[in-house]
């Protein structure tokens, strides 16, 4: 008796080896993610050293930043300050 061939059986090498497994692709996403949530967090921190006008300039306010901040760390504060501000922006129209 043979047995039957499968897909990976006939799949070209450069196929198998190029082909990238589920949980390192999640793994790999993640770390970007949190390597981008990280980055966007130092960047916040430096609207902290604006003026109250700078700020307003951008449509923020220092209650919006002290919004933001109380987010949990996985969180991107600057998300929810680009919400904040879209809501006023939408507002105002």
Do not use: C
Request: net charge positive; charged share 25%.
């Amino acid at each position: 008796m043979t047995t039957p061939m499968t897909t990976y059986d006939i799949a070209p090498e450069s196929a198998r080896i190029n082909a990238t497994p589920a949980a390192a692709t999640r793994v790999f996403n993640r770390v970007i993610g949190f390597f981008h949530t990280w980055q966007n967090r130092r960047t916040f921190y430096r609207l902290g050293e604006m003026s109250d006008a700078e700020l307003a300039d951008i449509g923020l306010t220092r209650a919006d930043l002290s919004v933001a901040i109380d987010l949990p760390f996985g969180a991107d504060p600057t998300a929810k300050l680009r919400s904040i501000a879209s809501e006023r922006v939408r507002k105002a129209a």
